[in-house]
């Protein structure tokens, strides 16, 4: 069965880096795009970043944007989020999901997500 | 940015009885190859979202046929036909027509 598991999370400072990993089993990886959407504690959803089935096309959104990196390592069934100069307003549960074949926003399978506190 | 707005952000509903969400967005979500990629999904506590509803009205596999998706350009509806307990939760729509994806604010769904 399709699975994404999500971990890296922790307590990092502000201004600190952190890398977030989904690891995805159950399906042919390479072949479906993957996004990261996070909820901060309490609050609603945020889209955060999109990378394609080849890694060939990243989207991601303006409170990220220049501070986030989203990879992939296809021959390791693995998503990768690299947060840099991490502050207080990104604390949140970051989630992967995949893009289904319904198109563009049909986020069929959802990771548990792992929880990134920014605290100093 | 599409900006999506829901209304109710709260809504107490009988078992038993209809539920209805709607969602507006600030500009058509008509995309170019002539989709509209609007989507529902829905947060039980604790729990990780859950995709209900893709393109407008295409319920995902597995969801009970009490749940549909309707409307086009700007102006969508989510019908629950008849609620059941587990249907407790937030329900967001989102928009995947532009980029950034956007979320609407979320309504939570609560039994009387």
């Known amino acids: 069965q399709v699975q994404l598991v999500e971990s890296g999370g922790g307590v990092v400072q502000p201004g600190r880096s952190l890398r977030l990993s989904c690891a995805a089993s159950?399906?042919?990886?390479?072949?479906?795009?993957i996004q990261w959407v996070r909820q901060a504690p309490g609050k609603g959803l945020e889209w955060v970043a999109v990378i394609s089935y080849d890694g060939n096309n990243k989207y991601y959104a303006d409170s990220v944007k220049g501070r986030f990196t989203i990879s992939r390592d296809n021959s390791r069934n693995t998503l990768y989020l690299h947060m840099n100069s991490l502050n207080t307003e990104d604390t949140a549960v970051y989630y992967c999901?995949?893009?289904?074949?319904?198109?563009?926003?049909?986020?069929?399978?959802w990771g548990q997500g792992t929880l990134v506190t920014v605290s100093s | 940015d599409i900006v999506m707005t829901q209304t109710p952000l709260s809504s107490p509903v009988t078992l038993g009885q209809p539920a209805s969400i709607s969602c507006r967005s600030s500009?058509?979500?008509?995309?170019?190859?002539?989709?509209?990629?609007l989507s529902w999904l829905q947060q039980r506590p604790g729990q990780p979202p859950r995709l209900l509803i893709y393109?407008?009205?295409n319920r995902f596999s597995g969801v009970p046929d009490r749940f549909s998706g309707s409307g086009a350009a700007t102006d969508f509806t989510l019908k629950i036909s008849r609620v059941e307990a587990e249907d407790v939760g937030v329900y967001y729509c989102?928009?995947?027509?532009?980029?950034?994806?956007?979320f609407g604010q979320g309504t939570k769904l609560e039994i009387k």
């Open positions: 500009q058509s979500l008509v995309h170019t190859d002539g989709n509209t990629y």
């Open positions: 159950g399906f042919t990886f390479n072949t479906y795009a």
């Open positions: 989102m928009q995947a027509t532009q980029f950034p994806h956007t």
């Open positions: 393109k407008v009205s």
């Open positions: 999901a995949r893009d289904g074949r319904g198109g563009m926003g049909t986020f069929d399978y």
